[in-house]
């Protein structure tokens, strides 16, 4: 069964650390993407990636970073944590298939999500 | 730019009774349409998708939905709630080559 895990359910770090969000995916999927959930809002795309070592911005991507070191992971970096960067972290991948665009017709598989909390 | 509304940030039914959730979207070409939903505590699942093949989709747990391009809709609907479809539903929209857009959630209360 497809797999996204996130290491941390719950964080919490200070403002101005630096924080690092990690993601594994084990199904050999070539798209992985960070979004931020928030009530209201839904999900907004932070990053995304299609391939290793490639990374492009999403819709609010400001005062973050991602890297893409290994195909099945993907981690999201704080650079100077902010108080409103506190929200859920939510990881997913998808399958190239080719046709359609990075997003095109495979769904995204999320992982369970990492609550961040920054004071 | 495309985008997705959800009518109704909450919605409430009776155990047994219909649900019906509505998305409807903005597209410039028919897109890639799917629900997903989200657990307390747990990342999205998906329901179901439609991919330009059936207007008609189903999903998952009984749920199904109904593209209608007239309409620019993709509601999403299951005959009988169940206590344990409570749960916050998300519409999202991938036009073909763009970026996945979601919608704001519907948070569905079943009541005994």
């Known amino acids: 069964d497809v797999k996204v895990t996130q290491s941390s359910r719950y964080l919490v770090k200070r403002t101005g650390e630096k924080v690092f969000l990690e993601c594994v995916q084990d199904?050999?999927?070539?798209?992985m993407f960070w979004y931020r959930q928030d009530p209201g809002l839904g999900l907004r795309l932070i990053y995304f990636?299609?391939?290793?070592?490639?990374?492009e911005k999403g819709d609010i991507p400001e005062g973050y970073s991602v890297s893409r070191e290994k195909k099945e992971r993907f981690s999201l970096i704080l650079e100077s944590a902010s108080t409103n960067q506190t929200s859920m972290y939510l990881c997913?991948?998808?399958?190239?298939?080719?046709?359609?665009?990075?997003?095109?017709?495979?769904?995204?598989?999320f992982g369970d999500g990492t609550r961040l909390s920054i004071l | 730019a495309q985008s997705v509304t959800q009518l109704g940030s909450h919605v409430s039914v009776s155990e047994g009774a219909l649900v019906l959730l509505r998305c409807n979207y903005s597209?410039?070409?028919?897109?890639?349409l799917f629900w997903y939903v989200q657990y307390p505590n747990q990342g999205l699942q998906l329901l179901l998708k439609?991919?330009?093949?059936?207007?008609l989709v189903k999903g998952i747990n009984g749920f199904e939905a109904e593209f209608k391009k007239s309409e620019t809709s993709f509601h999403l609907t299951k005959p009988s709630a169940h206590m344990s479809d409570a749960a916050e539903y998300f519409c999202?929209?991938?036009?073909?080559?763009?970026?996945?857009?979601f919608g704001a959630g519907t948070i569905l209360r079943v009541k005994s």
């Open positions: 597209s410039s070409v028919p897109p890639y």
């Open positions: 990636s299609y391939d290793v070592k490639m990374k």
């Open positions: 999202a929209v991938s036009p073909r080559g763009n970026k996945l857009v």
């Open positions: 997913a991948s998808s399958a190239f298939t080719g046709t359609g665009g990075i997003y095109s017709n495979q769904p995204q598989h």
């Open positions: 439609y991919t330009s093949a059936a207007t």
């Open positions: 199904m050999d999927h070539e798209n």
